[in-house]
Protein backbone atom coordinates (compact mmCIF):
# COMPACT_ATOMS: atom_id res chain seq x y z
CA UNK A 1 0.00 0.00 0.00
CA UNK A 2 2.93 2.17 0.26
CA UNK A 3 4.50 1.27 -2.66
CA UNK A 4 1.31 2.53 -4.57
CA UNK A 5 0.48 5.84 -3.08
CA UNK A 6 4.74 6.36 -3.22
CA UNK A 7 4.42 6.07 -7.10
CA UNK A 8 1.16 8.14 -7.27
CA UNK A 9 3.15 10.97 -4.88
CA UNK A 10 5.93 10.46 -7.51
CA UNK A 11 3.46 10.71 -10.96
CA UNK A 12 1.70 13.61 -9.33
CA UNK A 13 5.39 15.12 -9.00
CA UNK A 14 6.23 14.27 -12.38
CA UNK A 15 3.35 15.96 -13.94
CA UNK A 16 3.52 19.18 -11.75
CA UNK A 17 7.23 19.53 -12.79
CA UNK A 18 5.68 18.89 -16.62
CA UNK A 19 3.51 21.09 -16.15
CA UNK A 20 5.99 24.01 -14.40
CA UNK A 21 8.31 23.30 -17.22
CA UNK A 22 5.46 23.84 -20.34
CA UNK A 23 4.35 26.57 -17.99
CA UNK A 24 7.63 28.12 -18.13
CA UNK A 25 8.32 27.30 -22.16
CA UNK A 26 5.03 28.76 -22.49
CA UNK A 27 6.24 32.06 -21.00
CA UNK A 28 9.89 31.90 -22.33
CA UNK A 29 8.40 31.52 -25.83
CA UNK A 30 5.91 34.91 -25.14
CA UNK A 31 8.34 37.02 -24.10
CA UNK A 32 10.86 36.20 -26.86
CA UNK A 33 8.01 36.78 -29.20
CA UNK A 34 7.57 40.06 -27.06
CA UNK A 35 11.04 40.88 -27.80
CA UNK A 36 10.87 40.21 -31.57
CA UNK A 37 7.85 42.12 -31.67
CA UNK A 38 9.22 45.06 -29.95
CA UNK A 39 12.22 44.71 -32.12
CA UNK A 40 10.37 44.67 -34.71
CA UNK A 41 8.69 47.73 -33.89
CA UNK A 42 11.70 49.43 -33.37
CA UNK A 43 12.97 48.67 -36.79
CA UNK A 44 9.44 50.13 -38.08
CA UNK A 45 10.00 53.25 -36.38
CA UNK A 46 13.71 53.65 -37.37
CA UNK A 47 12.33 52.97 -40.87
CA UNK A 48 9.84 55.49 -40.82
CA UNK A 49 12.20 58.12 -39.21
CA UNK A 50 14.83 57.54 -42.18
CA UNK A 51 11.68 57.66 -44.43
CA UNK A 52 10.51 61.42 -42.73
CA UNK A 53 14.51 62.50 -43.08
CA UNK A 54 14.80 60.96 -46.61
CA UNK A 55 11.19 62.96 -47.63
CA UNK A 56 12.30 66.17 -45.65
CA UNK A 57 15.59 66.22 -47.81
CA UNK A 58 13.59 65.50 -51.00
CA UNK A 59 11.28 68.91 -50.23
CA UNK A 60 15.02 70.03 -49.67
CA UNK A 61 16.16 69.69 -52.69
CA UNK A 62 13.19 70.54 -54.66
CA UNK A 63 13.46 73.81 -53.18
CA UNK A 64 17.06 74.25 -54.10
CA UNK A 65 16.52 73.26 -57.43
CA UNK A 66 13.54 75.97 -57.36
CA UNK A 67 15.81 78.49 -55.93
CA UNK A 68 18.13 77.21 -58.87
CA UNK A 69 15.40 78.05 -61.58
CA UNK A 70 14.77 80.97 -60.16
CA UNK A 71 18.10 82.37 -60.49
CA UNK A 72 18.74 81.08 -63.36
CA UNK A 73 15.79 82.45 -65.19
CA UNK A 74 17.26 85.59 -63.23
CA UNK A 75 20.70 85.44 -64.63
CA UNK A 76 18.72 84.23 -68.02
CA UNK A 77 16.99 88.02 -68.22
CA UNK A 78 20.32 89.63 -67.50
CA UNK A 79 21.96 88.21 -70.21
CA UNK A 80 19.09 89.11 -72.55
CA UNK A 81 19.17 92.79 -70.91
CA UNK A 82 23.32 92.15 -71.38
CA UNK A 83 23.15 91.23 -75.56
CA UNK A 84 20.32 93.93 -75.83
CA UNK A 85 23.09 96.45 -74.55
CA UNK A 86 25.98 94.85 -76.40
CA UNK A 87 23.55 95.23 -79.78
CA UNK A 88 22.89 99.50 -79.00
CA UNK A 89 26.47 98.96 -77.94
CA UNK A 90 27.26 97.34 -81.38
CA UNK A 91 24.61 99.78 -83.23
CA UNK A 92 27.06 102.81 -81.56
CA UNK A 93 30.17 101.52 -83.03
CA UNK A 94 28.55 101.60 -86.21
CA UNK A 95 27.22 104.62 -85.71
CA UNK A 96 30.71 105.65 -84.68
CA UNK A 97 31.98 104.29 -87.21
CA UNK A 98 30.04 106.64 -89.69
CA UNK A 99 31.08 109.25 -87.59
CA UNK A 100 34.51 108.75 -88.53
CA UNK A 101 33.57 108.48 -92.18
CA UNK A 102 32.25 112.29 -91.39
CA UNK A 103 35.90 112.55 -90.51
CA UNK A 104 37.18 111.96 -93.32
CA UNK A 105 34.43 113.56 -95.24
CA UNK A 106 35.42 116.72 -92.85
CA UNK A 107 39.13 116.47 -93.94
CA UNK A 108 38.09 116.49 -97.75
CA UNK A 109 36.35 119.39 -97.02
CA UNK A 110 39.15 120.73 -95.25
CA UNK A 111 41.20 119.83 -98.32
CA UNK A 112 38.67 121.48 -100.35
CA UNK A 113 38.59 124.82 -98.31
CA UNK A 114 42.81 125.02 -98.24
CA UNK A 115 42.08 124.56 -102.42
CA UNK A 116 39.40 127.35 -102.06
CA UNK A 117 41.84 129.73 -100.62
CA UNK A 118 44.61 129.48 -102.90
CA UNK A 119 41.85 129.99 -106.08
CA UNK A 120 41.07 133.05 -103.75
CA UNK A 121 44.54 134.39 -104.02
CA UNK A 122 44.99 133.45 -107.19
CA UNK A 123 41.80 135.36 -107.61
CA UNK A 124 43.58 138.31 -105.55
CA UNK A 125 46.29 138.27 -107.05
CA UNK A 126 45.33 138.32 -110.49
CA UNK A 127 43.05 141.30 -109.39
CA UNK A 128 46.14 142.97 -108.69
CA UNK A 129 47.44 142.74 -111.49
CA UNK A 130 44.27 144.45 -113.45
CA UNK A 131 44.63 147.43 -110.90
CA UNK A 132 48.10 147.41 -112.12
CA UNK A 133 46.83 147.47 -115.49
CA UNK A 134 44.36 150.43 -114.99
CA UNK A 135 47.08 152.28 -113.38
CA UNK A 136 48.95 152.16 -115.83
CA UNK A 137 46.02 152.95 -118.34
CA UNK A 138 45.95 156.20 -115.98
CA UNK A 139 49.52 157.47 -116.71
CA UNK A 140 48.99 156.12 -120.29
CA UNK A 141 52.60 155.03 -120.95
CA UNK A 142 53.50 152.38 -121.99
CA UNK A 143 54.49 149.55 -119.35
CA UNK A 144 58.23 148.29 -118.75
CA UNK A 145 58.59 145.32 -116.32
CA UNK A 146 56.75 142.79 -115.55
CA UNK A 147 55.19 142.74 -119.09
CA UNK A 148 57.43 141.90 -121.73
CA UNK A 149 55.34 143.73 -124.54
CA UNK A 150 53.23 146.90 -124.71
CA UNK A 151 49.42 146.20 -124.10
CA UNK A 152 47.21 149.11 -125.92
CA UNK A 153 45.30 151.17 -123.62
CA UNK A 154 41.67 150.73 -125.78
CA UNK A 155 42.06 147.29 -125.23
CA UNK A 156 42.43 147.70 -121.48
CA UNK A 157 39.70 150.02 -121.47
CA UNK A 158 37.57 147.74 -123.00
CA UNK A 159 38.39 144.23 -120.73
CA UNK A 160 39.46 145.84 -117.61
CA UNK A 161 35.94 146.32 -116.55
CA UNK A 162 34.61 143.16 -117.06
CA UNK A 163 37.65 141.03 -116.06
CA UNK A 164 37.62 143.01 -112.58
CA UNK A 165 33.80 142.46 -111.99
CA UNK A 166 34.41 138.43 -113.50
CA UNK A 167 37.40 137.95 -110.65
CA UNK A 168 35.08 139.84 -107.66
CA UNK A 169 31.91 138.08 -108.79
CA UNK A 170 34.68 134.91 -108.43
CA UNK A 171 36.23 136.06 -105.66
CA UNK A 172 32.70 136.75 -103.80
CA UNK A 173 31.46 133.38 -104.41
CA UNK A 174 34.91 131.48 -103.57
CA UNK A 175 34.62 133.57 -100.32
CA UNK A 176 30.86 132.54 -99.39
CA UNK A 177 31.86 128.98 -100.00
CA UNK A 178 35.18 129.01 -97.90
CA UNK A 179 32.69 130.83 -95.53
CA UNK A 180 30.01 127.67 -95.69
CA UNK A 181 33.16 125.01 -95.64
CA UNK A 182 34.52 126.71 -92.77
CA UNK A 183 31.30 126.71 -90.88
CA UNK A 184 31.12 122.72 -92.55
CA UNK A 185 34.65 122.68 -91.01
CA UNK A 186 32.90 123.63 -87.72
CA UNK A 187 30.49 121.64 -87.44
CA UNK A 188 31.91 118.42 -88.34
CA UNK A 189 34.76 118.95 -85.40
CA UNK A 190 32.08 119.76 -83.00
CA UNK A 191 30.11 116.71 -84.33
CA UNK A 192 33.32 114.52 -84.35
CA UNK A 193 34.62 115.83 -80.94
CA UNK A 194 30.99 114.59 -80.07
CA UNK A 195 31.24 111.50 -81.81
CA UNK A 196 34.17 110.53 -80.14
CA UNK A 197 32.81 111.04 -76.43
CA UNK A 198 30.04 108.68 -77.60
CA UNK A 199 32.14 106.41 -78.72
CA UNK A 200 34.37 106.23 -75.35
CA UNK A 201 31.55 106.06 -73.33
CA UNK A 202 30.18 103.16 -76.18
CA UNK A 203 33.48 101.45 -75.40
CA UNK A 204 33.14 101.91 -71.70
CA UNK A 205 29.60 100.66 -72.04
CA UNK A 206 30.68 97.57 -74.15
CA UNK A 207 33.54 96.38 -71.60
CA UNK A 208 30.89 96.69 -69.14
CA UNK A 209 28.25 94.83 -70.55
CA UNK A 210 30.82 92.30 -71.91
CA UNK A 211 31.92 91.54 -68.35
CA UNK A 212 28.59 91.65 -66.79
CA UNK A 213 27.67 89.06 -70.25
CA UNK A 214 30.84 86.85 -68.81
CA UNK A 215 29.56 86.73 -65.21
CA UNK A 216 26.34 85.93 -66.51
CA UNK A 217 27.32 82.85 -68.27
CA UNK A 218 29.42 82.30 -65.69
CA UNK A 219 26.60 82.00 -62.75
CA UNK A 220 24.59 80.47 -65.44
CA UNK A 221 26.90 77.68 -66.52
CA UNK A 222 27.42 77.80 -62.33
CA UNK A 223 23.39 77.37 -62.31
CA UNK A 224 23.31 74.34 -64.84
CA UNK A 225 25.81 72.62 -62.99
CA UNK A 226 24.11 72.80 -59.87
CA UNK A 227 21.32 72.04 -60.90
CA UNK A 228 22.76 68.55 -62.40
CA UNK A 229 24.54 67.56 -59.25
CA UNK A 230 21.40 68.46 -57.09
CA UNK A 231 19.71 66.32 -59.82
CA UNK A 232 21.74 63.35 -59.13
CA UNK A 233 21.75 63.78 -55.67
CA UNK A 234 17.97 63.91 -56.07
CA UNK A 235 17.79 60.40 -58.02
CA UNK A 236 19.97 58.98 -55.13
CA UNK A 237 17.51 60.07 -52.56
CA UNK A 238 15.12 58.67 -54.79
CA UNK A 239 16.42 55.44 -54.74
CA UNK A 240 17.31 55.23 -50.78
CA UNK A 241 13.36 56.26 -50.52
CA UNK A 242 12.34 53.70 -52.42
CA UNK A 243 14.77 51.48 -51.02
CA UNK A 244 13.41 52.79 -47.56
CA UNK A 245 9.54 51.86 -48.74
CA UNK A 246 10.58 48.51 -49.80
CA UNK A 247 12.14 48.01 -46.12
CA UNK A 248 9.29 49.63 -44.67
CA UNK A 249 6.82 47.48 -46.41
CA UNK A 250 9.20 44.24 -45.57
CA UNK A 251 8.89 45.51 -41.85
CA UNK A 252 5.32 46.01 -41.96
CA UNK A 253 4.81 42.46 -43.26
CA UNK A 254 7.38 41.54 -40.29
CA UNK A 255 5.36 43.39 -37.81
CA UNK A 256 2.54 41.54 -39.71
CA UNK A 257 4.15 37.85 -39.11
CA UNK A 258 5.39 39.01 -35.73
CA UNK A 259 1.78 39.73 -34.71
CA UNK A 260 0.21 36.79 -35.67
CA UNK A 261 3.43 34.34 -34.17
CA UNK A 262 2.47 36.89 -31.00
CA UNK A 263 -1.40 36.17 -31.30
CA UNK A 264 -0.57 32.17 -31.82
CA UNK A 265 1.84 32.12 -28.48
CA UNK A 266 -0.60 34.43 -26.69
CA UNK A 267 -3.45 31.25 -27.59
CA UNK A 268 -1.17 28.57 -26.76
CA UNK A 269 -0.19 30.39 -23.57
CA UNK A 270 -3.72 30.80 -22.76
CA UNK A 271 -4.01 27.28 -23.46
CA UNK A 272 -1.10 26.46 -21.49
CA UNK A 273 -2.33 28.32 -18.99
CA UNK A 274 -5.92 26.77 -19.18
CA UNK A 275 -4.47 23.71 -18.86
CA UNK A 276 -2.10 24.40 -16.48
CA UNK A 277 -5.53 24.95 -14.10
CA UNK A 278 -7.50 22.11 -14.89
CA UNK A 279 -3.89 20.36 -14.26
CA UNK A 280 -3.99 21.62 -11.01
CA UNK A 281 -7.14 20.95 -10.06
CA UNK A 282 -6.85 17.60 -11.42
CA UNK A 283 -3.97 17.73 -9.27
CA UNK A 284 -6.30 18.67 -6.03
CA UNK A 285 -8.64 16.29 -7.00
CA UNK A 286 -5.99 14.07 -6.93
CA UNK A 287 -4.93 14.80 -4.08
CA UNK A 288 -7.34 14.80 -1.85
CA UNK A 289 -8.29 11.33 -3.26
CA UNK A 290 -4.48 10.24 -1.74
CA UNK A 291 -5.69 11.86 1.72
CA UNK A 292 -8.60 9.55 1.42
CA UNK A 293 -7.10 6.77 0.58
CA UNK A 294 -4.50 7.54 2.81
CA UNK A 295 -7.22 7.62 5.45
CA UNK A 296 -8.85 4.69 4.38
CA UNK A 297 -5.60 2.56 4.38
CA UNK A 298 -4.72 3.69 8.12
CA UNK A 299 -8.30 2.88 8.50
CA UNK A 300 -7.31 -0.67 7.23
CA UNK A 301 -4.06 -0.28 9.18
CA UNK A 302 -5.65 0.58 12.88
CA UNK A 303 -8.27 -2.52 11.84
CA UNK A 304 -5.87 -5.04 10.71
CA UNK A 305 -3.63 -4.12 14.13
CA UNK A 306 -7.30 -4.69 16.22
CA UNK A 307 -7.68 -8.02 14.62
CA UNK A 308 -4.29 -8.84 15.05
CA UNK A 309 -4.14 -8.32 18.33
CA UNK A 310 -7.74 -10.05 19.06
CA UNK A 311 -6.63 -12.92 17.16
CA UNK A 312 -3.50 -12.74 19.55
CA UNK A 313 -5.88 -13.13 22.90
CA UNK A 314 -7.57 -15.07 21.49
CA UNK A 315 -4.87 -17.47 20.67
CA UNK A 316 -3.16 -17.16 24.15
CA UNK A 317 -6.92 -18.05 25.87
Not at 209 to 222: F, I, P
Amino acid sequence: MSKVSAAKDSQQTSLLDMLKMKMRQAREEAENAKDDADEAKRKFEEEHKKREEAEAEVAALNRRIQLLEEDLTRAEERLKIATEKLEEASKAADESERSMQDEERANLLETQVLQAKLIAEEADRKYEEVVFAQQLQAKAVPPTTPYPYYIPVDFLSSNCYLVRKALENRFEIEDDRCTQLELKVRQMSSLLQETENKFEEVARKLAMVEADLERAEERAEAGENKIVELEEELRVVGNNLKSLEVSEEKALQREDSYEEHIRQLSQRLKEAETRAEFAERSVQKLQKEVDRLEDDAANHRARNHALQEAILEAAAQ
